[in-house]
């Protein structure tokens, strides 16, 4: 792909959108057959990134008067629907009727196959369409709840997904990376660089996946424990993490030593590779 961005000029692209179709279509065909790696997805998030960073927050674009590109961040996230498919319910929250066939079905069609809710995209029309497959019973909630509601779910599942996904890949570790702004909440801070043994932490979904929407929410949100820590989530952590950066693994086996740590939660993992055996990660 860099070999195709170097021969290319600025003449070969008639607007801003061909050029991000391009870049797109380039990727697609460097990792056609891999691209479900965790390896193959690090590579790829890595390199858009450094494309849309360099071209979309520019002043300037050499596309004379048109529009800096807008990569199309929106095609469908596989593994997150497999693993969405294999669940018997999804738990959104309390409000709603979590095995409601049409809540289940949009969610799925719209926020993990095609990428509603991605970069804060939620529209007033998207918000109110969930509203109606959630059959009235958020009616009374405004725009703010339900888009948690819906970006605390996506993530959710994305990051479920995407621990099983080390897990098959062999990663031992993972390591958690916030984004640190002034949006950044006290314990995705302090748990920013920590680290998190990939098969404790792929175990306890194994174990959220077989529960019902009710159990979950008793196990990680209604319990004594869940209370304790939804009323002060960095205090409740801050004593459970080794000195070399370690997650415990008590606490990983709860639900609560992985992301997300709370709603809209924006911190991710990512596997390292540099972890050997069961003996903790170099960088730690």
């Not at 959630?134 to 909630?141: E, R």
């Not at 570790?173 to 920590?194: E, H, N, Q």
């Not at 009710?214 to 080794?242: F, H, I, T």
Request: glycine share 6%.
């Amino acid at each position: 792909m860099l070999g195709y961005l170097r021969n290319a000029d600025t003449s070969d692209f008639s607007s801003a959108d061909d050029f991000a179709d391009a870049i797109v279509e380039e990727i697609k065909i460097a990792y056609q057959g891999s691209f479900e790696s965790a390896r193959a997805e690090t590579v790829v998030r890595r390199t858009t990134k450094d494309i849309y960073t360099y071209y979309r927050v520019r002043d300037t674009t050499p596309f004379g008067d048109s529009k800096a590109p807008t990569l199309r961040f929106g095609s469908a996230d596989t593994r997150a629907v497999r693993f969405f498919n294999e669940l018997d319910g999804h738990y959104f929250s309390s409000f709603v009727d979590n095995r409601r066939p049409e809540l289940q079905k949009f969610f799925r069609e719209q926020y993990l196959e095609k990428g509603a809710a991605l970069f804060g995209r939620e529209t007033t029309e998207s918000i109110n369409d969930f509203r109606i497959a959630a059959g009235g019973k958020l009616d009374n909630v405004n725009d703010y709840g339900v888009r948690t509601i819906i970006t605390s779910s996506v993530q959710r599942i994305r990051n479920y997904a995407h621990i099983q996904s080390l897990r098959q890949g062999r990663f031992k570790w993972a390591r958690v990376v916030a984004i640190l702004d002034a949006k950044t909440s006290p314990v995705c801070r302090y748990m920013d660089g920590k680290f998190i043994r990939v098969k404790v932490a792929a175990e306890a979904i194994d174990r959220f996946t077989k529960m019902e929407p009710g159990e979950y929410a008793l196990d990680l949100y209604k319990s004594e424990l869940g209370k304790a820590y939804a009323k002060d989530p960095l205090a409740y952590v801050k004593d459970r993490v080794e000195a070399n950066g370690v997650i415990q693994d008590s606490l990983v086996a709860e639900g609560r030593g992985f992301l997300p740590y709370h709603p809209n939660c924006r911190s991710r993992a990512e596997g390292v590779e540099e972890a050997v055996g069961d003996e903790a990660p170099k960088e730690a």
